[in-house]
């Protein structure tokens, strides 16, 4: 996606600028020593490692495109990323969460619906975050969404999705083909859409790690752990693998 390719390109000028050095001059010494100075002002492994790969990809290319005779990376390990047990949302939390949306005012129905829809839909929240009213099929049960290259494909619209959008769509009285709106009736973007989610978090006092994908994870073990098949919930949830989850 362009969003892809411009955090790839983001996070490479980045390097070469804080390298300043010509792309053929680079060595494998400045790779490690720009992947150590990541450590040490903090960030995660799991980012450090996404540069790496960002990177690799890169001169990996240079190479392809006889731009480079090799990689400066061929020797260069891949950094380790501890493993940790995954966090997956209590129903109690979601439930806290949910009290924390008035159902009698807009913003709180417009809230539950939000959460309603990240509990029972198993799709990315930037997913979610861009759905007009027109791909909700209420005969059908379900919620056509985009998923990353562009793919289409059809998640649950389960009861208590569509009494919390039923709810959120009689408060809004309005002609927009957007989902999301905002209590002045304008599109809501991605970002507020976030902040309503990190706020509620916050109110409720739930720590996560993963703020939106925790969602999706719940998600997908409730539906394991109720014996609905593993193909099933990996096409839904559009995985590749359950390592992911």
């Known amino acids: 996606t362009k969003a892809t390719l411009a955090s790839y390109e983001d996070r490479i000028r980045r390097f070469l600028s804080i ?19 990541l450590k040490e002002s903090g960030k ?24 480079l005779p090799q990689s400066p990376m061929r020797t260069l390990k891949l950094p380790k990323v501890p493993k940790y047990d995954k966090e997956f949302l209590a129903e109690s939390d979601f439930r806290k969460v949910l009290s924390l949306c008035p159902l009698s005012d807009y913003r709180g129905a417009r ?20 759905l007009s009213l027109s791909d909700l099929n209420w005969q059908a049960s379900t919620i056509r969404v985009i998923g990353k290259g562009n793919k289409e494909r059809q998640v649950p619209f389960t009861k208590d999705a569509q009494r919390a959008v039923y709810r959120y769509l009689k ?4 002609s927009h083909p957007d989902l999301w709106i905002t209590e002045e009736r304008t599109p809501m973007k991605k970002t507020g859409l976030g902040r309503v989610t ?19 994870r719940s998600w997908a073990y409730r539906n394991l752990k109720a014996g609905v098949p593993l ?15």
């Open 198 to 216: 990190r706020t509620m978090f916050q109110r409720g006092e739930i720590k996560v790690k993963d703020l939106h994908h925790i969602f999706r």
């Open 44 to 67: 995660s492994p799991h980012y450090i490692r996404t540069i790496y790969r960002n990177l690799g990809v890169f001169f990996n290319w240079l190479v392809a495109e006889d731009l």
């Open 231 to 245: 193909k099933f919930v990996q096409l839904v949830g559009c995985w590749d693998s359950v390592v992911v989850l």
């Open 171 to 174: 408060m809004r009285r309005d």
């Open 19 to 37: 390298t300043g050095k010509p792309v053929s001059e680079i060595k494998k010494a400045d790779i490690e020593l720009y992947l150590i100075t």
């Open 111 to 130: 809230n539950a619906c939000w959460f309603w829809l990240l509990w029972t839909t198993g799709a990315r929240w930037s997913e979610l975050a861009n």
